[in-house]
């Protein structure tokens, strides 16, 4: 087995845990952003009419449905949409008109998604299993692809932009709230894959970031440092600065 087949083993295991109720944060016993509530995250009239499952799944950094400016008729891509929340939230906002897809690789977070959206009775709504390293997602289709609390627990995020980039229709954009640091961790941190899972140590450096998006064709890249002056988990002998962000960006027209 890789270390990246680790890492996805250890994520999936603590988020199957987390839907099955066997745990009940992302963040074991680490007080962090990664661990706001959704009162915390989003704007509360947002949360209403939801299943009050679906808002105790919500796992993520921050609300990238609200800076994504959906409009009614787009077709949206959630990565690693676990509950299923951002999806139907985002669903509300691209109407009847527009398709919201959720990708997560855990079976237990598809269930609970899935039973969510049949009591919710939406139709504009699906959920696929798969990696966000080789999304289930035909090339070209998508206008915004949206994920919170999530790349950070990728092992390989180059290959996550590179199918970003893919699935994304010419000047279509993306949404995406997520853990990010300044500087390196120490390589003992860093091989910590339980603190991995809990949204901490596989963030990487804000540069290295926009990097590796840039790389994959990315233009436009903007990053908001959404905690102001203060570190969002305790710190550590070689841990650098974690701080959750805002990113938006854009694939090429021409593209």
């Known amino acids: 087995m890789t270390s990246n087949d680790l890492i996805h083993e250890k ?17 074991g016993e680490t007080a962090s952003d990664c661990c706001s509530t959704p009162v915390q995250l989003y ?5 209403a009419g939801l299943p009050v499952d679906t808002v105790g799944l919500s796992l993520g950094c921050g609300d990238p449905v609200t800076i994504a400016g959906l409009q009614p008729g787009e077709v ?5 949409s676990g509950g ?75 290959a996550v932009f590179g199918e970003v980039i ?6 279509g954009r993306v949404s995406i709230s997520d853990i ?15 603190q991995w899972a809990e949204c901490v140590t596989g963030a990487i450096d804000v540069e290295l970031y926009t990097g590796l ?11 908001v440092d959404k905690v102001a002056a203060e570190d969002i988990v305790e710190r550590k002998e070689g841990m650098p ?15």
């Open 11 to 27: 994520v999936q295991e603590r988020y199957g845990a987390i839907a099955s109720g066997s745990t009940s944060s992302c963040c």
């Open 43 to 47: 704007e509360p009239e947002m949360l």
């Open 76 to 80: 949206v891509l959630d990565l690693g």
């Open 84 to 158: 299923g929340i951002d999806c139907f939230l985002a669903a509300r906002q691209v109407g009847e008109a527009g398709h919201v897809i959720g990708v997560d690789m855990t079976p237990a977070m598809l269930e609970k998604a899935n039973a969510a959206k049949t009591r919710m009775g939406l139709t504009n709504v699906e959920f696929r299993q798969g990696q966000i390293e080789a999304l289930p997602v035909a090339d070209n289709i998508v206008d915004i692809v949206m994920s919170n609390c999530v790349i950070n627990l990728s092992p390989d995020k180059r």
């Open 166 to 171: 893919r699935v994304l229709k010419p000047g």
């Open 180 to 194: 990010v640091t300044e500087g390196e961790f120490s390589p003992e941190l860093r091989a910590d894959l339980a």
């Open 213 to 223: 998006m840039r790389e994959a064709g990315f233009e436009r890249i903007t990053i």
């Open 241 to 255: 600065r974690v701080y959750s962000a805002r990113i938006t960006a854009y694939k090429p027209q021409s593209a």
